[in-house]
């Protein structure tokens, strides 16, 4: 059924409904990813804080459609970084699944663990519709949620060794295969929170030439995952990474069209190493 327009009253009742039914997955979709700010109390006080504050559990999940392409800044942003702000002491999981197969073994992976947490997904717009976004039978009958995806390529040619989340991946390496640069690697990061570092220390070791490193994101520097993971990626890099996105801005995105355009091909030029 389609809810009432009232983002705080159903998002309330779905979170409330998660706890009377535990053992049921229970998901409650935005239409776009930016409209859950209308329920930002429920966020606040509830969904992250409730295990910490009255020892409640949730296993609610949020779908928010999330990526930039040319809508506006009304239907470009969930807000990554708002729900990022919230995480700690493992009170929730943020995860950008960027196949049909890591989404569906992230959903049976709700289910199947023992304890509940509310799972806070970004899930695509354009990728419903991209046909390089698909995933085998195989795929989906097999293997788990995988937090750390490397990108297809010889690790052992890689110099530049990209990290991003999200759409952009797919946009990188379509500019990477038709500029036929094998010097370039790229690495999904697909659960933003609880970040595991020990996996994403051995993705990067699989890497023995990699010199630069950048973190690439679509969202401008002052929202995304960049302001969570800066000083992670800092750690485990020894050094700052180079941040490659769009500027810091008031709003999350531009209002025309064509600026968006430019705003996008200038960034995968600057990911490439291609931009004068």
């Given at each position: 059924?389609?809810?009432?327009?009232?983002?705080?009253?159903?998002l309330?009742?779905?979170?409330?409904?998660?706890?009377?039914?535990?053992?049921?997955?229970?998901?409650?979709?935005?239409?776009?990813?930016?409209?859950?700010?209308?329920?930002?109390?429920?966020?606040?006080?509830?969904?992250?804080?409730?295990?910490?504050?009255?020892?409640?559990?949730?296993?609610?999940?949020?779908?928010?459609?999330?990526?930039?392409?040319?809508?506006?800044?009304?239907?470009?942003?969930a807000?990554?970084?708002?729900?990022?702000?919230?995480?700690?002491?493992?009170?929730?999981?943020?995860?950008?699944?960027?196949?049909?197969?890591?989404?569906?073994?992230?959903?049976?992976?709700?289910?199947?663990?023992?304890?509940?947490?509310?799972?806070?997904?970004?899930?695509p717009?354009?990728?419903?519709?991209?046909?390089?976004?698909?995933?085998?039978?195989?795929?989906?009958?097999?293997?788990?949620?995988?937090?750390?995806?490397?990108g297809?390529g010889?690790?052992?040619?890689?110099?530049?060794?990209?990290?991003?989340?999200?759409?952009?991946?797919?946009?990188?390496?379509?500019?990477?295969?038709?500029?036929?640069?094998?010097d370039?690697?790229?690495?999904?990061?697909?659960?933003?929170?609880?970040?595991?570092?020990?996996?994403?220390?051995?993705?990067?070791?699989?890497?023995?030439?990699?010199?630069?490193?950048?973190?690439?994101?679509?969202?401008?520097?002052?929202?995304?995952?960049?302001?969570?993971?800066?000083?992670?990626?800092?750690?485990?890099?020894?050094?700052?990474?180079?941040?490659?996105?769009?500027?810091?801005?008031?709003?999350t995105?531009?209002?025309?069209?064509?600026?968006?355009?430019?705003?996008?091909?200038?960034?995968?030029?600057?990911?490439?190493?291609?931009?004068?």
């Open positions: 059924y389609n809810s009432i327009l009232s983002e705080a009253a159903v309330g009742f779905e979170y409330g409904y998660s706890m009377e039914t535990p053992e049921g997955l229970t998901i409650w979709e935005a239409q776009f990813g930016d409209f859950a700010n209308g329920a930002q109390v429920i966020i606040d006080q509830f969904i992250s804080g409730s295990g910490t504050k009255w020892d409640r559990s949730s296993g609610l999940v949020m779908f928010l459609p999330h990526g930039y392409e040319g809508q506006g800044p009304e239907h470009s942003s807000r990554i970084e708002r729900y990022l702000s919230l995480c700690a002491e493992h009170n929730m999981q943020v995860v950008q699944p960027s196949s049909p197969a890591q989404l569906f073994h992230l959903l049976r992976r709700q289910v199947q663990v023992p304890w509940r947490r509310p799972l806070i997904v970004f899930t717009k354009s990728l419903l519709r991209l046909p390089a976004c698909t995933s085998t039978l195989d795929e989906l009958s097999d293997g788990h949620f995988a937090n750390i995806l490397p297809p010889d690790a052992a040619k890689v110099q530049r060794l990209l990290f991003c989340t999200g759409k952009i991946y797919y946009d990188l390496l379509a500019a990477i295969q038709e500029a036929k640069r094998d370039i690697g790229l690495v999904r990061i697909e659960q933003l929170y609880p970040l595991d570092s020990d996996l994403l220390k051995e993705t990067i070791a699989s890497y023995p030439k990699a010199k630069e490193f950048a973190w690439v994101q679509e969202e401008p520097a002052n929202m995304g995952a960049w302001p969570h993971l800066r000083p992670q990626l800092c750690e485990l890099f020894d050094k700052e990474p180079h941040y490659i996105g769009r500027k810091a801005a008031a709003t995105a531009v209002g025309s069209h064509r600026r968006h355009q430019q705003e996008q091909q200038e960034l995968i030029e600057n990911a490439l190493g291609t931009k004068d």
